[in-house]
C-alpha cells in the first residue's frame, strides 16, 4: 500500500521562510511525478510546484520565491518556501504520480503566514 506523508508546516510571519518535507512508500521507479498543491479556505486545490524527469513548473504565485526538489534515492520532495505572504496560508498536500496513472495524497499540512 503507497503511503504519502507530509511533514514541515507551521506558523510563520510574513517574510518569513518554511520548508515542507514529503515521502512516498513504493519503488521509486514507479513514481512519475511528485507535487505540492495547496487548499485555501474555500477555493479549490491547486498547483503549487510540481517536479518530473528532472524538469520543473510553477504557479505563478510560487515562481521566484518557493523551490521544489526531489530527491531521486529516496523518494522524497521537498518544497523550500522563501518570501511567504499571508495569501500563502493553506493546507499544503503533497501528490505522487505514478507511471501506472494512478495518484496518490498525502494528509496534508497546515502553513499559516501572519502579517
Known amino acids: 500500500q503507497v503511503q504519502v506523508v507530509e511533514s514541515g508546516g507551521g506558523s510563520v510571519q510574513a517574510g518569513g521562510s518554511l520548508r515542507l518535507f514529503c515521502a512516498a512508500s513504493g519503488s521509486m521507479f514507479n513514481i512519475k511525478a511528485m507535487g505540492w498543491y495547496r487548499q485555501a479556505p474555500g477555493k479549490q486545490r491547486a498547483l503549487v510546484a510540481v517536479t518530473s524527469g528532472g524538469s520543473t513548473n510553477y504557479a505563478e504565485s510560487a515562481k521566484g520565491r518557493f523551490t521544489i526538489s526531489r530527491d531521486n534515492g529516496k523518494n522524497t520532495v521537498y518544497l523550500q518556501m522563501n518570501s511567504l505572504k499571508p495569501e500563502d496560508t493553506a493546507v499544503y498536500f503533497c501528490?505522487?504520480?505514478?507511471?501506472?496513472?494512478?495518484?496518490?495524497w498525502g494528509q496534508g499540512t497546515q502553513v499559516t503566514v501572519s502579517s
Open positions: 501528490n505522487a504520480q505514478y507511471y501506472s496513472g494512478r495518484n496518490f
